[in-house]
């Protein structure tokens, strides 16, 4: 288990489909983290952009070895943690669910629909409950820095939007996405759930950058959905990413009053004293500052 005796890195980037490495870091360095929930997708690549500490993952590992739902979510967020990161920004690729949310646009989601199934999707297990609130998924700091530099940069942005995350790694039907459609989400993928939930239990500032590739299967006039498309435009709109990236991290100069750094503070209900040593070990990096110290009154 990895625990950073100073923080490496004060902000997380988390790079999905097409966003396999950051650009411009200064002395990179590649970190293995162990963590007592497995590996990561892969190593952290650590650096400075522009005097910020960075640690970068990419969350299907290089090469994209990784699908949705093989993805050890719980790692990559508790990696990014013991690394010292206090705020991440999630990079995903999304299909629109709407008219106005067009192919090469960005969408930067402030509500989630969670319809995996097959996902560790908490911390808390093991004997130790906790119940963190998840009424405003999203980070709204993070977010604000991310459609700043997304508007300076020049990008077709939306600030607002609910992201609806399937399990994968199939695409919808189209009965399924006309359904959607019905719900009112703006956009659909399959990485951010649970990864946002865990990010709230680590205590961490989340935001996502959803780069819209396509109109899912609903849309008449378009064609189906296939991943030389997705590709195709995601290539174009990755580059704007980074530049989106490069313009948001100087949210990690700016105080934490956003509530996301005490999350854990009420939400651990589970008695102290019965909470199995192994668990507590395991979750010490989470949860210690909120335990009596052993031994202790």
């Known amino acids: 288990m990895a625990r950073a005796a100073q923080a490496l890195a004060e902000i997380g980037v988390i790079g999905g489909s097409g966003l396999y490495a950051m650009d411009g870091l200064d ?4 970190v293995r983290v162990k963590t007592p929930f497995g590996d990561p997708s892969d190593a952290l690549v650590v650096g400075m952009l522009d005097g910020v500490g960075i640690a970068f993952l990419a969350r299907h590992g290089r090469g ?4 949705p739902s093989e993805i050890n979510y719980r790692a990559n967020i508790y990696a990014l943690r013991s690394l010292g990161v206090t705020r991440v920004v999630s990079v995903s690729a999304v299909g629109s669910m709407s008219e106005r949310v067009k192919p090469g646009d960005i969408v930067l989601p402030d509500q989630f629909i969670d319809l995996t199934k097959r996902r560790d999707s908490s911390f808390f297990t093991g004997g130790v409950v906790a119940h963190v609130a998840f009424g405003q998924p999203i980070c709204r700091t993070v977010q604000r820095a991310l459609s700043d530099a997304a508007h300076a940069v020049g990008a077709s942005v939306h600030e607002r939007g609910s992201y609806v995350c399937i399990e994968g790694p199939q695409f919808s039907t189209k009965a399924e996405s006309l359904l959607y459609r019905q719900w009112g989400v703006d956009v659909i993928g399959m990485t951010n759930m649970p990864e946002a939930k ?3 239990e680590a205590e961490l500032c989340y935001a996502t950058m959803a780069l819209v590739t396509d109109y899912d299967c609903w849309h008449e006039s378009e064609e189906a959905v296939t991943v030389d498309m997705i ?3 995601l ?3 990755v580059e704007a990413a980074k530049r989106v990236i490069r313009g948001a991290i100087a949210v990690a ?4 009053d956003c509530g996301c750094g005490s999350a854990l503070k009420q939400a ?3 008695a102290p004293e019965a909470i199995p040593p192994r668990t507590r070990a395991k979750l010490e990096l989470l949860i210690g500052r909120y335990l009596p110290k052993k031994g202790g009154r």
């Open 235 to 237: 290539h174009k709109n």
């Open 27 to 30: 002395r990179v360095r590649e």
């Open 64 to 67: 994209h070895r990784l699908s």
């Open 253 to 256: 100069r700016e105080p934490r």
């Open 268 to 270: 651990v209900v589970t």
């Open 198 to 200: 865990l990010a709230r």
């Open 231 to 233: 590709l195709a435009i």
